[in-house]
């Protein structure tokens, strides 16, 4: 079984504590989930170990990436975009949309999540490859003979004040502008930057907005997708912040009226033993614009929780541990965002735990600030294992995610479950 997904600085600071994990029968209401399908491994030309929340359209085609594989058929090498279609019998057709090519500059290890615009063209990050093999900004767009051509919007180049490795996806404001971070920046203590590549017409031009300073006072290696909000930026970095420089901190970023943005912190984890973590999750904002994120350590049993931020009118935000894992139902929340349903439930992915260790799909009812969680569904690796991206809704009203690894191959799988 896979263990937490870490970045390499991660794993040197991790060394230093033990988990528990406790295993046991997850609830008889969990189902097991339908595999729509399964990668077939090392050197898969299908692409192999998804690891990030689909994107759907509105005709009920699902968008995601994978890390490796492709066309070229290079063990631990380039990904894939793909796309899966409804099939009109209930099923869905598997195809890859673009497969990175190890001997061109066209990027490297896509981002775990693709975005749409209005027209159907899909915008994504890798993490390396490009001009000087620091990771790009692409567009893919859908051309009339049913192919799809690859544009790419930017090559980070480590210098000129601009980041590196750009490890996650991107988000768009309603004007088509694009919003992202790179976990690594060219300039003071590499602590990573946010930029924007503004859209005119059909060109996108790039500056750095933010380049981050680390602890004490900062953030460091922003690792999430940003969340557009009231004309704001929010985001996650998975270290830094005001109480150590391993815990991570929530950043703001807002416009000043001059062009440019202004960042503040306004949730430090590290507080205590309870909101300990590194935190790598997109954060989600509901109606009333309170903040819920998920911790990948922390909550009372140290391996994961659930939490809402609430902005007061003196600008700062309160925190309320609404969750806590404990192994049995699920250990180490996932990258991706939770996500809502009409009614206020919370939906959301562990990487591990559950009945077999393998992962779960789980929901959260709001009863006051206690909330319920009920199992969704728990991996056993046949049927997928770490599911490390999010859900997301589909055809049918029902739930839509990856697994990085398990399946038939062990290569990952694209699963549906029913809410």
Request: aromatic share 14%.
């Given at each position: 079984?896979?263990?937490?997904?870490?970045?390499?600085?991660?794993?040197?600071?991790?060394?230093?504590?033990?988990?528990?994990?406790?295993?046991?029968?997850?609830?008889?209401?969990?189902?097991?989930?339908?595999?729509?399908?399964?990668?077939?491994?090392?050197?898969?030309?299908?692409?192999?170990?998804?690891?990030?929340?689909l994107v759907a359209d509105n005709?009920?085609?699902?968008?995601?990436?994978?890390?490796?594989?492709?066309?070229?058929?290079?063990?631990?090498?380039?990904?894939?975009?793909?796309?899966l279609s409804p099939n009109g019998s209930g099923g869905f057709n598997y195809s890859i949309l673009y497969s990175f090519n190890p001997n061109d500059k066209d990027g490297n290890y896509p981002s775990p999540t693709v975005i749409l615009d209005g027209n159907g063209n899909l915008y994504g990050t890798t993490s390396a490859g490009g001009t000087v093999d620091q990771g790009t900004v692409f567009e893919l767009s859908p051309q009339s003979c049913g192919t799809w051509k690859e544009t790419i919007l930017y090559?980070?180049?480590r210098n000129g004040g601009d980041g590196q490795e750009p490890m996650a996806g991107l988000t768009m404001d309603p004007k088509g502008n694009l919003y992202g971070t790179t976990f690594l920046s060219s300039t003071g203590c590499g602590c990573g930057t946010v930029f924007e590549l503004a859209k005119s017409g059909a060109a996108f031009s790039y500056k750095?907005?933010?380049?981050?300073?680390?602890?004490?006072?900062?953030?460091?290696?922003?690792?999430?997708?940003?969340?557009?909000?009231?004309?704001?930026?929010?985001?996650?970095?998975?270290?830094?912040?005001?109480?150590?420089?391993?815990?991570?901190?929530?950043?703001?970023?807002?416009?000043?009226?001059?062009?440019?943005?202004?960042?503040?912190?306004?949730?430090?984890?590290?507080?205590s033993n309870s909101d300990s973590t590194p935190s790598i999750a997109t954060v989600v904002f509901d109606s009333s614009g309170n903040l819920y994120g998920t911790t990948y350590f922390g909550g009372a049993y140290g391996i994961?929780?659930?939490y809402k931020l609430s902005p007061s009118s003196d600008g700062s935000w309160s925190d309320t541990l609404l969750f806590s894992f404990d192994g049995t139902n699920g250990d180490g929340p996932d990258y991706g965002a939770l996500i809502f349903d009409a009614k206020g439930n919370l939906y959301g992915t562990t990487q591990v735990g559950g009945a077999d260790g393998d992962g779960a799909v789980y929901e959260l009812t709001p009863a006051g600030?206690?909330?319920?969680?009920?199992?969704?569904?728990?991996?056993?690796?046949?049927?997928g294992n770490f599911a490390y991206g999010g859900v997301v809704f589909g055809p049918g009203g029902n739930l839509y995610g990856t697994t990085e690894y398990g399946g038939t191959h062990d290569g990952g799988v694209v699963y549906q479950i029913k809410p």
């Open positions: 079984m896979p263990h937490k997904k870490h970045t390499l600085e991660t794993i040197l600071f991790l060394s230093m504590f033990a988990l528990t994990t406790f295993l046991a029968s997850a609830p008889a209401s969990a189902q097991t989930p339908t595999i729509l399908h399964s990668f077939n491994g090392a050197g898969g030309v299908d692409g192999y170990n998804p690891n990030g929340t005709l009920g085609n699902l968008y995601g990436t994978t890390t490796y594989g492709g066309t070229y058929n290079v063990v631990d090498c380039c990904g894939t975009v793909f796309e090559n980070f180049i750095t907005i933010y380049t981050f300073t680390g602890y004490p006072d900062d953030g460091k290696a922003p690792n999430s997708v940003l969340t557009f909000h009231d004309g704001k930026l929010f985001g996650v970095t998975a270290f830094g912040g005001a109480y150590g420089a391993y815990d991570g901190a929530i950043f703001e970023l807002s416009p000043n009226g001059s062009g440019g943005w202004t960042e503040s912190l306004i949730h430090s984890f590290g507080s994961g929780s659930v600030e206690a909330w319920t969680q009920t199992f969704l569904a728990s991996f056993d690796g046949t049927d």
